[in-house]
């Protein structure tokens, strides 16, 4: 049984027939690493990678909620006041209604199950997704005009609040407002973007898994998001308009290096430089110029690694052979950082030959395999045709 099947399938068993379906992807970040929450750029694409869920409400004051990837259940009575799982999937989607309920927008009791093929923990923002999805499908159920943003925006203060990780608006953004064959260049002070154009027949978007996982909440996330913080408030005092990186320019912050512990001065160079260059990457895919936009790639690599320290030796290696193929544009490790994929742009003649030389290469110098993804831009979030009910009803009897 294919995996919507099992899922639309399971759903019957366990809570009847009636349901929507929706599909949240997961997402790519071609650069713009750690700027959405100094209020910069970033370049995000949802993928092909996505997580499914059947939903419903129902006449109990309950959440009933079904993972089919962990094979797990989980039941909770709706109160005011919610608490963590403990079991940590769950939180994603009670971190949603505990935001709802915040913003006054009181859901009844719901059911979900849900699953997908977004690899876990690989930066490709599988949480987002979860987050995403419920908030979908239970503004789709109950009849709430939320606009996309707003989806984002408190799918984002879910996981802020409740799961407890200070990320950005970048997955769960991209996660909703997602369009095929487009990069969306989002300016995460404003929130106003654009989709830019990202298709080409010449070269592919390659993901390599260095299968190391560390969880954001791990506490490094927050610590840069301090330091980040900590360089602007030194900035403030003589700068009293600062509100965050976006708006220090190289200039000024080199005038405060000596007020600075190095390591902070570190962090919002890296930081600024990112941003600066995610805006001339637009200006590379503007003109067509793919190669730059490449060398852009390797830079965005060497500051995360260098200058931010967010990078892992594992990820590093994949970066490295990666330079060295033939026909690969650009390269580098994406999200949060310390495990996960690196993205790379690889000619499509090449991608063979890549793949090949990564598996090899990195199981030598590593000792682990790397699981090779070629992945497209798809939409965001939305609604999609259940399978025909035969299709499930059959395999329950
Ligand atoms: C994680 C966060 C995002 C962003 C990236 C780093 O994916 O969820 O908000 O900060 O890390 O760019």
């Not at 769950?90 to 093929?117: R, S």
């Not at 931010?308 to 544009?329: F, H, N, P, Q, T």
Request: hydrophobic share 40%; proline share 2%.
């Amino acid at each position: 049984m294919n995996l919507i099947d099992n899922i639309c399938s399971e759903f019957t068993k366990r809570f009847g027939n009636q349901f929507i379906l929706i599909e949240a992807p997961g997402r790519v970040n071609l650069i713009g690493e750690h700027t959405d929450y100094n209020d910069g750029f970033v370049l995000p694409a949802a993928i092909d990678k996505a997580i499914w869920l059947a939903l419903n409400l129902n006449n109990e004051n309950r959440v009933r909620l079904f993972s089919v990837d962990m094979n797990e259940e989980y039941e909770i009575e709706l109160s005011t006041s919610l608490n963590k799982s403990g079991k940590g999937w769950p939180d994603y989607i009670l971190g949603v209604v505990d935001q709802l309920q915040k913003h006054g927008m009181e859901t009844t009791g719901f059911d979900c199950v849900f699953g997908g093929n977004v690899p876990i923990g690989a930066g490709l923002s599988s949480s987002a997704a979860l987050e995403s999805g419920v908030l979908y499908g239970l503004a789709e159920r109950n009849g709430w005009e939320i606009s996309l943003m707003k989806m984002a925006q408190i799918a984002q203060k879910a996981e802020n609040e409740f799961v407890g990780v200070q990320c950005g608006i970048m997955d769960q953004f991209a996660s909703l407002n997602g369009k095929a064959a487009h990069a969306l260049k989002l300016d995460c002070r404003t929130l106003d973007y654009e989709a830019v154009p990202l298709q080409d027949p010449d070269f592919k978007i390659v993901l390599c898994d260095t299968g190391v996982r560390r969880e954001l909440a791990g506490s490094e996330y927050n610590i840069r998001r301090q330091q980040c913080e900590k360089g602007v408030s030194i900035i403030q005092e003589t700068h009293p308009k600062v509100k965050k990186l976006r708006d220090v320019t190289l200039k000024v912050l080199k005038d405060h290096k000596d007020k600075m512990e190095p390591v902070v001065f570190d962090r919002c160079l890296f930081v600024i430089e990112e941003n600066n260059r995610v805006l001339d990457a637009c200006e590379d895919l503007e003109q067509n110029d793919i190669d730059a936009f490449g060398e852009k790639m390797f830079l965005s690599h060497d500051g995360l690694k260098n200058k931010y320290e967010v990078s892992c030796k594992e990820l590093d290696v994949l970066v490295d052979i990666a330079r060295d193929v033939d026909g690969v544009i650009g390269s580098r490790m994406m999200g949060g950082g310390f495990g996960g994929c690196t993205i790379n742009l690889v000619r499509t003649g090449s991608v063979e030959s890549f793949k090949d030389i990564i598996q090899k290469s990195y199981k030598a110098e590593t000792g682990l395999d790397t699981e090779v993804y070629v992945t497209a831009i798809s939409d965001g979030t939305r609604l999609v045709d259940k399978p025909k009910e035969e299709s499930f009803k059959v395999l329950e009897i």
